[in-house]
């Protein structure tokens, strides 16, 4: 059985995507909380700002506690973020 070059290329590739199948799902792993990651970051820093800003005592507790909550999300992310890395690196 013969084959050309271009059917090589294919199988190969289709070879490596089945070696290397792990190693790209932890990478869409990591792109996806890297993208959660700066969303939060995002809206951490605008209800900081929102707290600042805010006169009204009961509203900018409410603003605090969303800002508590943001913000333990985001450093559970981060650690999660990191594990997978070293899964990666592994």
């Not at 590739?13 to 996806?32: C, F, M, P, R, V």
């Not at 993208?35 to 900018?60: F, S």
Request: charged share 50%; glycine share 2%.
């Amino acid at each position: 059985m013969k084959f050309d070059k271009s059917l090589k290329k294919k199988l190969l590739k289709k070879l490596n995507s089945y070696i290397n199948e792990e190693a790209e799902q932890l990478q869409h792993e990591d792109e996806g909380l890297s993208k959660v990651l700066k969303k939060l970051k995002k809206k951490e820093k605008h209800l900081k700002k929102l707290v600042a800003a805010e006169r009204d005592v009961d509203e900018r507790e409410m603003l605090e506690q969303e800002l508590k909550i943001v913000h333990s999300q985001r450093k559970k992310g981060i650690e999660l973020l990191s594990r997978v890395r070293k899964e990666d690196k592994s």
